[in-house]
């Protein structure tokens, strides 16, 4: 069975400070996918990343693949308050078998 | 909002009892996702389905069916419960499979006494 490792998986963060989450998988993968989650609410899709090298970047974060490493990062630049929620990454395979992390609590202090 | 809605959001039930989970998907969306969320087990996928046919299997029990009808929503059966089957249940729909987006609904939030 695939793995998804996910770290850290708490992060506090000061207001305006950059970090970056990891999410590591065990196995080739097809596509790997980014979600938020805020307390007691649903799943937002952040980002789907489906090759090599692909990049995306939707306002302070930035989501990188790199497939030989089977390595995916989720970069956060100048946190704000905003920002906190629990970030999961989740891992597609061919099969249409979705995996995921164990998700990064992240909380940004003012 | 996603545009995905489940019914019903709340649902408190009693060991071996069975229940049934609705999930209606975006307008134009073929493809429906169940997942599991639970504190000892995290985000588990549980099924895909896609214009009516079952298309992957995840960590679903064998207490645990789904279908999805012709008008495209789709039913997630519980049946002999558990108290450990107490979690919450979401529902996603994509576009088409399998490269799309996956839009969450809000979720049922079984209990189990």
């Known amino acids: 069975e695939l793995k998804v490792e996910q770290n850290p998986l708490f992060l506090s963060m000061q207001e305006g400070k950059n970090y970056t989450i990891y999410c590591n998988y065990s196995t080739t993968s097809d596509r790997l996918y980014w979600y938020r989650q805020d307390p007691g609410k649903s799943l937002e899709s952040l980002f789907v990343l489906l090759s090599n090298g692909a990049v995306k970047q939707e306002g302070r974060l930035m989501a990188s693949l790199d497939t030989k490493a089977r390595l995916s990062t989720l970069h956060i630049t100048a946190a704000v308050h905003d920002l906190s929620a629990t970030y999961f990454c989740?891992?597609?395979?061919?099969?249409?078998?979705?995996?995921f992390g164990t998700g990064t609590s992240l909380t940004v202090i003012p | 909002d996603s545009g995905v809605t489940q019914t019903p959001k709340h649902l408190i039930t009693a060991t071996g009892q069975r229940v049934t989970l609705r999930c209606s998907p975006r307008s134009g969306d073929l493809s429906v996702y169940w997942y599991q969320q639970s504190l000892d087990q995290g985000l588990q996928f549980l099924i895909q389905y896609y214009n009516g046919e079952e298309r992957a299997k995840g960590n679903i029990l064998e207490r645990f069916s789904a279908q999805q009808f012709p008008d495209l929503h789709s039913e997630l059966n519980l049946s002999s419960l558990e108290l450990g089957d107490s979690a919450l249940y979401f529902c996603?729909?994509?576009?088409?499979?399998?490269?799309?987006?996956?839009?969450f609904g809000p979720g049922t939030r079984l209990t189990v006494l």
């Open positions: 989740a891992v597609g395979r061919t099969g249409n078998q979705f995996y």
């Open positions: 996603a729909s994509s576009v088409d499979n399998p490269l799309s987006e996956q839009f």
